[in-house]
């Protein structure tokens, strides 16, 4: 039988002497990254995404896997201070990359000022969003007083305000779907005013 186009065929790099690829080997790569600051050793497939890399390989499951396309941010982390969607990038792209989770943003007994203020003004219901929405938040806050415009930043020489159409704005990659909008915009608005 004609193997399909692009299909290599393995039998046949045998008969010419060839040795074949390592089926198992060819695809995986093995490389380090930092999450959380501690640096940990991935070996995984190409096709693995940092998403599923966090998830089930290095066991952080507080990023969530909503859309798994890009659609609804709740695998936000941050990579080297910028965030992203963790499932629309692929694990082996970050090797000495520096990722953050919401695993490494506070803890129960010692909240991250950001969870303190979802907790304070309700922002979450069944909370499937929430680790994608902090990690996002805290992000648009220093994107912000970086001066890095959005969407709806009018006058670019005139400096950058946190207001709420663009904490709106910012944040519309990460969907609710239980609404807790105004109360996400609530929190991240205390803490944008505390920290002055
Ligand atoms: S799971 Fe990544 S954007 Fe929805
Ligand atoms: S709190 Fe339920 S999806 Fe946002």
Partial sequence: MTPPTGFKD?????????????????????????????????DVDHRTTLLDALREHLHLTGTKKGCDHGQCGACTV???????????????????DEIRTIEGIGTPDNLDPMQAAFLQHDAFQCGYCTPGQICSAKAVIEEIREG?????????????????????????????????????????????????
């Fill in 10 to 42: 393995h039998r046949a790099a045998s008969a010419q002497g060839a040795a074949p690829a390592n089926p198992d080997r060819a695809e995986r790569s093995r490389f380090s990254l930092t999450v959380n600051g501690q640096e940990r050793t991935l």
């Fill in 78 to 96: 941050t990579v080297n201070g910028r965030r992203m969607n963790s499932c629309l990038s692929l694990a082996v792209m970050h090797e000495g």
């Fill in 148 to 196: 890095i415009p959005s969407h709806v930043t009018g006058d670019l020489t005139a400096g950058l305000e946190m207001s709420d159409a663009e904490i709106r704005e910012r944040m519309s990659g990460n969907i609710c779907r239980c609404g807790a909008y105004s109360n996400i915009l609530a929190a991240i608005t205390a803490v944008a005013e505390e920290r002055g």
